[in-house]
């Protein structure tokens, strides 16, 4: 049950811990930098972050509620430093089954053929107008799913004071 691959008549399925895997492969770039989670309610929620060589900000977050009171969760994520030419999303989403899932998974809306080759797809992740503080962008997962956020800093940009 906790194969990466399995064999199939074409090459090798990939099980959901592959994907959760290439989501990690997709946001571990770079060192890892803090990240601070604050919620008036308790949520099984995770969160990484990172930095790139090329001043990229990676933050992985994973929704880890799942059963039959599972709830999604509702993030929102603030920048100190602002500056951000732009910002992308994917997402690692499990088919019905949830976290019990062995088939269904998606990275990015795309699956990992059984050649090994994967086409998920960055989107784009617009920062909410008029928010206060300047720099929020919303995302929301559900249950049993995570996603790997994407800040491409201007070449200006100072990361001191990031969050």
Known sequence: QYAVFRSVADGYKACPLAYGLKAFNLGACGRIIPVTIASPQTINLSAYATLNDERSVYVTLINKEHGEHARAANVNLHSASGSFRAVQIIYLKSSTAGAAATFGETL??????????????????????????????????????AAVIKFTLDCQADMSGSR
């Open 108 to 145: 990015g809306d795309a699956e990992i053929s059984t050649a090994g080759d994967f086409a998920g797809k960055w989107t784009s992740l617009p920062a909410l107008e008029n928010a206060v503080p300047a720099d929020v962008w919303k995302v929301k997962l559900s249950p049993a799913s």
